[in-house]
């Protein structure tokens, strides 16, 4: 994103705390994953085992906002260093260490695949080279929208190539990869003034609602905003009404088949977990409806690249993942996640923080 407000990244090599350390793998041990170093040194062939001596139901990778582009490191507006060109190697080793793993079934990856720097003669093939690189992945992809991709390219070109089910623009999907748990990426930039041609009514929609909101003639900023009033940005979004009633729909079902849900979005949900400035408009209208339901057990996303990680008043763990855009050389941003019927449980690599989100099942 263009607003991320966290101090300039730091090498969590050198000077590691000593609640933290790096376990095989070079994965992350933090403090927020207290058991990690028992799940790690517990593997076998067949897999990761739980404290509990049980297999994960499901493993998939993640990594978020990479934000490549063919030019030289910069900084965002607030001074914090971005390596545009190094995010594709970081991405590259993912998939390396994914595809060494064996037993992933999936990776997501949560928006931002190429930076609005990135020259717009350069768009489409940045935005068809990292999808080579996701697709080396011995396994399913599944990728969503953030407001850097439609920077890029507009929806109609934009979402094809990321192979993203799609009917009249909208991206929002769902898949269940297992009979007991249901994956559902929402579409942050729904009602959003980019991506959709200017007279489209999304857009419209954004606009006039920029406009009551956001008093800045430079609508991205939120001088003058309080609170959570400084979310109100252009380079966030919301879901639509119809997208609403789909979400209904879909928590429906899963309550009714019995599966517990984990909710992607580029855009975070909650407060907690994520700074003002990166929310979904109106995440609250979102979580009000998810709370109605006790199936939805985790919500993860990217855009704020400092990550975060919160747990709301209805239990639901909110996880935004840290950016790769803001690894330096020879550090990376990425893990993968094993999948418990009452957790699940973040292993990150490096700048990627280890988390246990533990649930009632």
Same mark, same amino acid.
């Given at each position: 994103m263009l607003h991320p407000h966290q101090g300039p990244p730091q090498d969590p090599r050198p000077g590691l705390p000593p609640e933290t350390s790096l376990g095989p793998l070079g994965v992350r041990l933090g403090p927020h994953c207290p058991g990690c170093f028992y799940f790690? &040194?517990?593997?076998? $062939?067949?897999?990761?085992?739980?404290? +509990?001596? !049980? !297999?994960?139901?499901?493993?998939?990778?993640?990594?978020?906002?990479?934000?490549?582009?063919?030019?030289?490191d910069g900084r965002s507006f607030i001074g914090v260093p971005r390596y545009y060109r190094h995010s594709l190697l970081v991405l590259q080793r993912a998939v390396q260490k994914w595809n060494n793993f064996q037993n992933l079934k999936f990776t997501i990856n949560f928006g931002d695949i190429v930076d609005g720097f990135c020259p717009k003669h350069q768009s489409l093939n940045a935005v068809e080279k990292l999808v080579r690189e996701f697709e080396v992945f011995k396994g399913s992809v /599944?990728?969503?929208?953030?407001?850097?991709?439609?920077?890029?390219?507009?929806?109609?070109?934009l979402l094809p190539l990321?192979?993203?089910p799609s009917f009249?623009?909208? $991206?929002? /999907?769902?898949?269940?990869? *297992?009979? =007991? /748990?249901?994956?559902?990426?929402?579409?942050? /930039?729904?009602?959003?003034? *980019?991506?959709?041609?200017?007279?489209?009514?999304?857009?419209? =929609?954004?606009?006039?609602?920029?406009? =009551?909101?956001?008093?800045?003639? =430079? !609508?991205?900023s939120p001088a003058g905003l309080t609170g959570l009033e400084r979310r109100f940005l252009m380079f966030n979004g919301a879901v639509g009404k119809e997208q609403l009633e789909w979400l209904d729909?879909?928590? +429906?079902?899963? &309550?009714?088949?019995?599966? !517990?849900?984990v909710i992607c979005c580029h855009l975070p949900l909650d407060p907690g977990a994520s700074s003002k400035e990166a929310l979904l408009?109106?995440?609250d209208e979102v979580m009000d409806l998810v709370h109605r339901y006790n199936c939805v057990k985790v919500c993860l996303g990217g855009h704020d690249h400092k990550g975060g990680h919160s747990i709301d008043s209805h239990g639901v763990h909110h996880r935004v993942l840290e950016a790769a855009l803001e690894c330096p050389p020879g550090t990376d941003a990425f893990g993968y996640v094993d999948v418990f019927d009452d957790r699940l449980l973040l292993f990150g690599t490096d700048r990627m923080e280890s988390t246990e989100m533990i649930f009632t099942p």
């Amino acid at each position: 994103m263009l607003h991320p407000h966290q101090g300039p990244p730091q090498d969590p090599r050198p000077g590691l705390p000593p609640e933290t350390s790096l376990g095989p793998l070079g994965v992350r041990l933090g403090p927020h994953c207290p058991g990690c170093f028992y799940f790690l &040194t517990m593997g076998s $062939a067949n897999g990761l085992l739980s404290p +509990q001596g !049980k !297999k994960p139901l499901l493993s998939f990778g993640v990594i978020s906002d990479v934000q490549y582009a063919d030019i030289p490191d910069g900084r965002s507006f607030i001074g914090v260093p971005r390596y545009y060109r190094h995010s594709l190697l970081v991405l590259q080793r993912a998939v390396q260490k994914w595809n060494n793993f064996q037993n992933l079934k999936f990776t997501i990856n949560f928006g931002d695949i190429v930076d609005g720097f990135c020259p717009k003669h350069q768009s489409l093939n940045a935005v068809e080279k990292l999808v080579r690189e996701f697709e080396v992945f011995k396994g399913s992809v /599944y990728h969503m929208i953030g407001n850097h991709c439609l920077y890029n390219l507009p929806r109609n070109k934009l979402l094809p190539l990321l192979k993203i089910p799609s009917f009249d623009g909208r $991206a929002y /999907y769902d898949f269940s990869p *297992i009979p =007991e /748990y249901r994956f559902v990426v929402l579409d942050g /930039y729904d009602i959003s003034a *980019i991506g959709w041609p200017h007279d489209h009514p999304n857009a419209v =929609e954004a606009l006039r609602f920029l406009g =009551e909101k956001n008093p800045n003639s =430079e !609508k991205n900023s939120p001088a003058g905003l309080t609170g959570l009033e400084r979310r109100f940005l252009m380079f966030n979004g919301a879901v639509g009404k119809e997208q609403l009633e789909w979400l209904d729909s879909v928590l +429906q079902d899963a &309550t009714k088949s019995n599966q !517990k849900v984990v909710i992607c979005c580029h855009l975070p949900l909650d407060p907690g977990a994520s700074s003002k400035e990166a929310l979904l408009w109106n995440y609250d209208e979102v979580m009000d409806l998810v709370h109605r339901y006790n199936c939805v057990k985790v919500c993860l996303g990217g855009h704020d690249h400092k990550g975060g990680h919160s747990i709301d008043s209805h239990g639901v763990h909110h996880r935004v993942l840290e950016a790769a855009l803001e690894c330096p050389p020879g550090t990376d941003a990425f893990g993968y996640v094993d999948v418990f019927d009452d957790r699940l449980l973040l292993f990150g690599t490096d700048r990627m923080e280890s988390t246990e989100m533990i649930f009632t099942p």
